[in-house]
Structures are given as structure tokens and as C-alpha cells.
């Protein structure tokens, strides 16, 4: 029969998806065959005809997961089904789809990874909270926290409590995201007060600042906007985000490396100092990464042909500047299959930072 481990998190964006990732490349060095399951999925692809969780489809393609595509994501959530949920309960049996895929999915596999959504509530308002599925499925569960020491333990025991009332075991914790200059206090501090609570930690990882920068790719595919000009790489990092509402010379005391420049387009001075940055001659050696023209205003002619001379990566938006800043600040990055340096980084991590014998020691 398959081990299983149930990876779950405190709250949204822990880093559950980065965590299952790297612990499948650890666990491939010591298992032969492993299955991975989102029983239930909140953001989801098309894939050959099934909405499937874009986790699952991360996780098939980085690690060629051979498992029915269908069955790694069996439920997914989308727009409007909580309130028809709410007004006339289930379209069909999600219990039984998920033990059917799951149990498909083990059938094949000496281990499975049971990755959840969101803290052990998530899911609740239709009957299948995390520590719900963690149950119908008769496996341990691992939760991940984020940063601090008060505010993990909290957290952790906060979702414990659930998953006690549901009598699911907590295999143990990971704490994720923890600051580098802090990161030797706080990982002794907190692994001593959750053990005081006599619960395992698997391991404590530090924060890695370039998994939570995007590139203008994902800017423009995640927040949807529209395209002026692909310029020279879609695929340019975003390291900092600059409102070019000052005048020029002041403005361009702040523009770093890798800036994105959100600018009304109407700018003409602006956009034409972004232009000589990128071309070399203004603030030489600092980098450009792209543009998102708000308002929906369009600039000049000449402004367009020295875009499209500079080749600046260049969006454009109708929302207004202060709005379109708030949601690219706000905007949570997503790992994708072809973030290969990411991937890398975060397998590493892993290996370094958790105890995968002490995790293989309470898989159930």
C-alpha cells in the first residue's frame, strides 16, 4: 500500500506548493514511484478537456508525474460554485471523486503527496474542509507556516485544533519564509516552542526573495492587460515597482535595476527618459524591465516608435495609475514549469533545510 503525507498550510500563499515540489524531488531519491493529488483546487487550467488545478499541472510536467491528469485534480472550484453550493447543495458526490481518484492514484504509486487549499477550514462551506479530506482519506497531515515565532506557533495550533475535532494526526510543521538576518534566532526559537507543544518540526527555510519576484509575463498574463509592445524579453524580471508621477529629474533618482516603470500615458517626458535608460544613454548599467502605460491613455507616435526602438517590454491599462500599482504590489507570483532557476532554488532549499528521514519516519 502507498504512503501518503496530507501537505497543508496556516493560510493562503505559506508556500504549500512550493514545499510539495520540493519535497517530490527529495522523496524521488529514495522512492521509485510517486503520485501527487489536489483534491480540491481554487485555480485551474484547461487540460485535455478537464478543469484541472494549475498546481497539478506544475507538478505533472516539472516531475513527469505519470498519473491521469483528471485524477491529481478531481474537484475544482470554480467562479459560482460555493453560492450554487449554498443554494442547492452538491452537483454530484465529491467525497467519492475524491477517494476514487486518490485511490487511483496510490494504486500505481509507492507514495502519494495529498497537497491542500489554503489552512485545514478551507473547503468547509461545501462540506470538505482540508482536515475533512485529510480524514476521507486516512492520512497524516504537515502544515507549513510562515515566518516570525509567535505567529506561526499560533497558527499551527489554531489548525490543529480543527484537524483534532476531525482525529486526524499532525505528522508535523515546516516553517517557511523565514528572514534571512533573522533566520539562526528564529528558527532555534521556534523550533523550541513547538516542541514545547510536542510537535514535530521538519524544518525551517529561509526566505528566498526570488521566488516572490515576477516577471512582466506574469504581470501582464495575471493581471490581464494588454499588450503594446513585447519589446525584447516578455520574460525580464520586475524587482521594483515606480509610480512616474514626479517630475523627471526627480524621478530618476529612484529608478534601480529591474524597475517597472507604471506611467499615465500621457508622459511624454517620461516615457521618453525610460527610453534613454534602457537605450543606454541616461543612468548607464541600470536595467528597464518594461512599462504599464494606466489610464488608457496612448502616447504620441513619437513616444510609440521609441518604445518600440528601446524594445521596453511595454503594457498598457484603463485603470488609473494609483490601481494598477495596487495590484501588481499586491499580486501573488505563481511558479510555473519553466521557471527553471526557481525550481532549482526551491529543491535545494529543501534538501538543506528539512529533514526528509524524519518526514519519511511519519508518513502514514
Not at 522512492?31 to 478537464?50: C, D, N, T
Not at 526573495?209 to 524580471?237: A, C, F, H, Q
Amino acid at each position: 500500500m502507498a504512503k501518503k503525507i496530507f501537505v497543508a498550510a496556516t493560510q493562503q500563499n505559506d508556500g504549500k506548493t512550493t514545499v510539495s515540489l520540493g519535497l517530490i524531488a527529495a522523496f524521488k531519491k529514495r522512492f521509485e514511484r510517486i503520485g501527487f493529488i489536489k483534491p480540491i483546487g481554487q485555480r485551474y487550467l484547461m487540460e485535455q478537456g478537464y478543469k484541472v488545478d494549475e498546481d497539478s499541472v506544475l507538478i505533472e510536467e516539472v516531475f513527469g508525474i505519470k498519473c491521469h491528469i483528471k485524477d491529481m485534480s478531481p474537484v475544482a472550484i470554480e467562479r459560482g460554485f460555493t453560492e450554487r453550493f449554498i443554494e442547492k447543495g452538491a452537483d454530484e458526490d465529491y467525497a467519492k471523486l475524491i477517494k476514487e481518484s486518490f485511490e487511483k492514484v496510490a494504486k500505481d504509486n509507492d507514495l502519494v503527496i495529498i497537497e491542500g487549499t489554503g489552512h485545514a477550514g478551507v473547503g468547509s462551506v461545501f462540506n470538505l474542509s482540508n482536515a475533512t479530506v485529510a480524514k476521507l482519506l486516512d492520512t497524516n497531515v504537515m502544515l507549513i507556516s510562515s515566518g516570525g515565532v509567535g505567529k506561526p506557533i499560533d497558527e499551527v495550533m489554531l489548525n490543529k485544533a480543527l484537524l483534532d475535532r476531525e482525529g486526524v494526526n499532525l505528522a508535523g510543521v515546516i516553517v517557511n519564509k523565514v528572514l534571512p538576518e533573522k533566520y539562526e534566532k528564529v528558527s532555534r526559537i521556534v523550533k523550541k516552542g513547538l516542541e514545547q507543544k510536542n510537535l514535530n518540526v521538519f524544518g525551517v527555510l529561509p526566505y528566498q526573495k526570488i521566488l516572490d519576484i515576477p516577471t512582466m509575463r506574469e504581470i501582464k498574463e495575471e493581471i490581464k492587460l494588454t499588450t503594446l509592445y513585447k519589446g525584447d524579453n516578455l520574460d525580464v524580471s520586475v524587482e521594483n515597482v515606480l509610480i512616474g508621477a514626479m517630475n523627471v529629474k526627480d524621478a530618476l533618482a529612484f529608478v534601480q535595476n529591474n524597475s517597472l516603470m507604471i506611467i499615465p500615458g500621457d508622459r511624454d517626458d517620461m516615457i521618453e527618459a525610460m527610453c534613454q535608460i534602457k537605450l543606454g544613454k541616461l543612468k548607464k548599467g541600470v536595467r528597464i524591465s518594461g512599462i504599464i502605460l494606466s489610464g488608457g491613455l496612448m502616447p504620441k507616435r513619437r513616444n510609440l516608435k521609441s518604445l518600440e526602438k528601446a524594445g521596453i517590454p511595454t503594457l498598457i491599462t484603463k485603470e488609473d495609475t494609483y490601481s494598477i500599482a495596487s495590484r501588481v504590489h499586491s499580486m501573488v507570483v505563481k511558479l510555473k514549469p519553466q521557471d527553471a532557476q526557481k525550481i532549482k532554488i526551491i529543491v535545494d532549499m529543501v534538501e538543506k533545510y528539512v529533514d526528509i528521514d524524519k518526514v519519511l519516519a511519519n508518513l502514514k
